[in-house]
């Protein structure tokens, strides 16, 4: 009964590489949420997705920021060209209809750029 | 502009006492309210949560309390236990649409034994 995973754990990358954050939701989830939290702020919003679908991305940066979630496989959060404001802890979380109902979050990757 | 304000950063508290987490939020259309627990290195975990129709609810320790009029939401704790020690973040969602949390800052709660 595994819960939300999120790989890797933390991920240092230099200033114009690309970050690859990836999330496998619950058994049984299909909507999968990003979130990111800056140091000394509370997780904001970013993209809510379901299977081969971007259901709400009003929360993501308009440039180098995508999100997919392919019928097979784990949701990925790509950043290209990170900038140093992109340090953070990104966080994944799951839930099984989308609805007013608690999300199961994952342990969160820490993104580092140097 | 934060629409969840969680204005106490930090409380600190006896083991056995009352603890309690404040929350203030300015979006009159939030209709949802939620209390995540979060250690360190680890993500949040949901604590309780409170619809707008209701002003109390309550789940064994934990006891979260409405007040729409002030726009104004409190986790109350009690008996405060070490292992209650953490970063306690209040969310709120609005009807409609993707059902996206809004979280504020989160308040660092330090039970002490």
């Known amino acids: 009964n595994a819960g939300v995973m999120q790989n890797p754990r933390h991920l240092v990358r230099r200033r114009g590489q690309e970050a690859r954050l990836r999330c496998s939701p619950m058994?049984?989830?299909?909507?999968v949420y990003w979130y990111r939290q800056l140091p000394e702020e509370g997780l904001k919003f970013m993209v809510y997705?379901?299977?081969?679908?971007?259901?709400?991305e009003s929360g993501m940066p308009k440039e180098r920021f995508s999100a997919e979630f392919p019928k097979e496989g784990p949701s990925i959060l790509r950043i290209q060209q990170v900038v140093r404001g992109d340090s953070a802890a990104y966080f994944c979380a799951s839930s099984q209809t989308g609805g007013n109902e608690k999300l199961f979050f994952g342990s969160g990757t820490q993104l580092s750029v140097l | 502009d934060q629409q969840v304000k969680q204005n106490s950063p930090s409380l600190s508290v006896q083991e056995g006492r009352i603890s309690i987490l404040n929350c203030d939020y300015t979006?009159?259309?939030?209709?949802?309210f939620l209390w995540y627990k979060k250690y360190p290195a680890e993500g949040p975990t949901f604590l309780i949560s409170i619809s707008s129709i209701k002003d109390k609810n309550e789940d064994g320790r934990f006891t979260v309390f409405l007040n729409k009029s002030a726009k104004h939401l409190s986790l109350h704790i009690v008996p405060s236990q070490p292992g209650d020690s953490a970063v306690y973040f209040c969310?709120?969602?609005?009807?409609?649409?993707?059902?996206?949390?809004?979280f504020g800052k989160g308040t660092k709660l330090t039970v002490n034994p």
């Open positions: 969310a709120a969602s609005a009807p409609g649409g993707s059902e996206k949390l809004v």
């Open positions: 058994k049984g989830h299909s909507h």
């Open positions: 997705l379901q299977k081969e679908n971007i259901i709400d």
């Open positions: 979006n009159s259309m939030f209709d949802y």
